[in-house]
């Protein structure tokens, strides 16, 4: 893991005879409406001819069928319980109702036989939406649930199966179910997520967000969290994530990611749970997490651990932690706490018994941050140090520290918005970088029309990892093609000769609010 570069990729997907690289710095999409959007720089994204070539590995899903609803393209979107009926290891849905549209109420398990590693489901907000795509629970209510109930984990992730989850809200999840574990997730499986929100999720036992391993279930699992963020979600256990619980086994690694207003309850009949606010590794099971360059702030526990709590009722969890700012407390209870250095806290307890190199503590590290979270730029909503606040320049560049074995890069940094710190200067504990800036505006932007095609090319801006491009007919109503791409340059084909469109770039990450440079063109 590299807090350096935090946001985690994933081996190339294949598309008919097109290779695409998709991550989330580079996501490429081929074949919208009939249009082709390929790049022509530096790491080229290459296309297939139209969308036949990318129909058998995406699948549109939309919270209500449109068109002949067999998800081939936005047009024809189907439902979330179509497309995951359908799709294949390696395949990718892309959730194209934005959530301030309308949300997709169920819950659903994901059943696709032989995905590994290299070959995971996918399911991610399609590009250029106005708002996260949102997976609704219901807060477990049948009435408006559009699958068979709503009473259990938002997601199912069986053992074996490997899921990848990018750019989405999971939220009212109520797992009051048979299981009473998972909120939001439910996971035996692998699965990464990334720049997502998970909100307002519950469940009677385990993770009100994520059940990740829980030896009441199988036992084994591993869930990676990047640049994400966890708010109002509770259980007895692990408010936002509960990891190797009751005999369980299993990893959980989180990276630039916030925690906020999470909680952990006592259970009024036996007395047990209310450890882990935030987050409980190993409660009465085994279990390990990593936890590096987030920032814990108002999340609460009836017992110990407002924001992590390893170990209790037995057990004994296997926790790191290095780069975090924690406004709350620590319950180390059993099992190893390795401290990797530059933690701000408002207490030490969250520290090893002898601090490590860089950790500081001091109320200001509670008071001088933002309140609330707050809208600072990125996919996620983010809860950023303010003025006086010793977590800020806390790490000197360049640092790197030694986590399970192997040295870790802590600054230069990226942090949970995408934003790099400034360069030669000082990084911040916790998931902001308060040097740290969108990248600038598209310059130089010039269209070159071919007959059937639009060649776009533009100067590299400052600060820019990607850029998203999105060609419209020119009125804007149809798009004919859109693709994040790595470089400063992109083709797109396929196009219908003697027509005006649109071309937009927007470097990424982009300023909130920020407008694409857009220049018009009539292919020949």
Partial sequence: MQPGNRILTRAPAFRGAAAVHRSRTALARVGLAGGVLTAAAAGTVLAGTGQAAASTAVLYAAAAAAGTGDCSSIADACTLTTALGKVQPGGTIELVTPGGTAHYVGNWTIGTTGTTATAPVTIEAAPGLASQPVLDGNKGASTGCTTAACDGPVLTVPSGEYVTLTGITIADGNDTSASFYGGGLENAGTV??????FTGNTAT??????????GANTGDGSVTVTASTFTGNNAKVGGAIASGAW??????????STFSGNGAQVDAADGLGGY???????????????????????????????AIASGGNGGGGSVQVAVDLFNGSCAQVTGPWTDGGY????NKTCFASTPATGDKSGSTVGSDLQTALTGNGGPTQTIEPT???????LIPDPATVTLGGSKVTLCPATDQRGYASAAGAKCDAGAVQTTGHPAAPVTGLTVTPGYTSLTATWT?????????????????????????????SARIGNLTSKTTYAVKVLAQPAAPGQKPTVVYATTK
């Fill in 460 to 488: 590299a801006s400052s600060g820019a990892t990607s850029y998203l491009v999105t060609v419209t007919q020119h009125n804007g109503s149809v798009i004919a093609g859109q693709a994040t791409v790595t470089g400063t």
């Fill in 247 to 256: 005999g369980g086994f299993g990893t959980a690694q989180v990276t630039a």
């Fill in 205 to 214: 036992w385990d993770g009100g967000a994520i059940d990740n391993a829980d």
């Fill in 343 to 346: 933690n701000a806290g408002t």
């Fill in 387 to 393: 003025t006086g606040n010793p977590a800020i320049g």
């Fill in 192 to 197: 990464t997520i990334t720049g997502s929100t």
């Fill in 276 to 306: 882990g606010g935030a987050i409980a590794i190993g409660y009465g099971g085994n279990g390990a997490a990593t936890v590096t360059a987030s920032t814990f702030s108002g999340n609460t526990a009836a017992a110990d651990g407002g």
